[in-house]
T-cell receptor, first 116, second 112 residues
Framework: NAGVMQNPRHLVRRRGQEARLRCSPMKGHSHVYWYRQLPEEGLKFMVYLQKENIIDESGMPKERFSAEFPKEGPSILRIQQVVRGDSAAYFC??????????????FGSGTRLTVV | TQLLEQSPQFLSIQEGENLTVYCNSSSVFSSLQWYRQEPGEGPVLLVTVVTGGEVKKLKRLTFQFGDARKDSSLHITAAQTGDTGLYLCAARNTGTASKLTFGTGTRLQVTL
């Protein structure tokens, strides 16, 4: 019973390249959330998706960042033309999204992006 | 979006000591969660509290939700080195289709 799978665990990109981060949610979970964490800081919300739908992207930078969760396959967080300030740990979480408001998230181990 | 302030920001104690960390906001929450994150890993859910005044115990960890549902505390009794990590509280606005907002975190180090 695999948990949330993120890959790659570590990603190094040169300035100006594209970064693609993948997340496969837990089996049975249809809600995916992406968070960014800078060193010594908490988690900052980026985007909330369900299959083929973006529910809340209020935390996404307006430029260069995009996310999708297709009908088939993992959720993808894409960062175009990366800059040094994009260096961070990016975490994906999934939930079953029950009708109550008390469900918790299951997090992946994260992707550590380093822009050189 | 509510702001969740955690205190203290850093805490270094010796094994066997007791400690309490706090999570405060000016907003009322429908529920609040505590997570622990170890270096190089994602946060792991410890507990969810829902009712004002609720107290939940998880072995040596005691979680309390404030009566007004605006704050919470986590008390650890007889800390062990395995308790070392980043403790995060998280809450969501009312409504089922809403994201979790995380607190600023308390970094705990327990030494021998």
């Amino acid at each position: 019973n695999a948990g949330v799978m993120q890959n790659p665990r570590h990603l190094v990109r040169r300035r100006g390249q594209e970064a693609r981060l993948r997340c496969s949610p837990m089996k049975g979970h249809s809600h995916v959330y992406w968070y960014r964490q800078l060193p010594e800081e908490g988690l900052k919300f980026m985007v909330y998706l369900q299959k083929e739908n973006i529910i809340d992207e209020s935390g996404m930078p307006k430029e260069r960042f995009s996310a999708e969760f297709p009908k088939e396959g993992p959720s993808i967080l894409r960062i175009q033309q990366v800059v040094r300030g994009d260096s961070a740990a990016y975490f994906c979480a999934s939930s079953s999204g029950t009708t109550t408001n008390n469900y918790g998230y299951t997090f992946g181990s994260g992707t550590r992006l380093t822009v050189v | 979006t509510q702001l969740l302030e955690q205190s203290p920001q850093f805490l270094s104690i010796q094994e066997g000591e007791n400690l309490t960390v706090y999570c405060n906001s000016s907003s009322v929450f429908s529920s609040l969660q505590w997570y622990r994150q170890e270096p190089g890993e994602g946060p792991v859910l410890l507990v969810t509290v829902v009712t004002g005044g609720e107290v939940k115990k998880l072995k040596r960890l005691t979680f309390q939700f404030g009566d007004a549902r605006k704050d919470s505390s986590l008390h650890i009794t007889a800390a062990q080195t395995g308790d070392t990590g980043l403790y995060l509280c998280a809450a969501r606005n009312t409504g089922t289709a809403s994201k979790l907002t995380f607190g600023t975190g308390t970094r705990l180090q327990v030494t021998l």
